[in-house]
């Protein structure tokens, strides 16, 4: 094996992510997007929202406050924080259109579209598995 220069290898470390090892970067971007709210706006933004009205499978561009109606429970806080943090990540892209009142609408982009099978994936599989895991914990909490 040909020998490195100490930045040969740092560059070359910093090609190679591993998620295992504390210190890396992709284990943040990880956390973000295991996140609910993240998989949730990600499966709204992909229009993953079949059965709700107005539902397609198509990406789609939102506006805040049709976001904020569909994700129950998520406050205006957390939305606004994790709107940002993935327009920042370069998953959706925030775009202002100026009329009375301004008009801010979030769409997709073509980083974030990659990433949408995987956040369907776990959106069904919490769906399709339910059931099977409240039995499970039924039967956990009977024999403790």
């Known amino acids: 094996m040909a020998t490195q220069t100490k930045a040969q290898q740092r560059a070359r470390e910093k090609v190679e992510y591993d998620v295992f090892l504390a210190a890396c ?10 996140d609910k709210w993240v998989v949730l706006i ?5 229009g993953d929202t ?22 129950a429970g998520i406050s205006q806080k957390m939305l606004t924080q994790t709107l940002r ?3 920042r990540d ?8 100026p009329t009375v009142p301004v008009t801010v609408s979030y769409e997709l982009t073509g ?3 990659s990433l949408l099978d995987t956040t369907r994936g776990l959106r069904g ?11 499970h914990r039924e039967e956990h909490d009977r024999a403790s």
């Open 25 to 34: 970067p992709s284990r943040q971007l990880l956390d973000r997007i295991s």
């Open 42 to 46: 990600l499966c709204a933004l992909g």
């Open 50 to 71: 079949a059965g709700r009205p107005g539902g397609g499978q198509g990406a789609t561009a939102m506006r805040y406050s049709e976001l904020s109606r569909l994700l």
């Open 85 to 87: 943090a993935l327009e």
């Open 90 to 97: 370069g998953l959706l892209t925030r775009t202002v259109t």
């Open 111 to 113: 980083l974030g579209l």
């Open 125 to 135: 599989w919490a769906q399709a598995h339910m059931d099977e895991v409240l039995a």
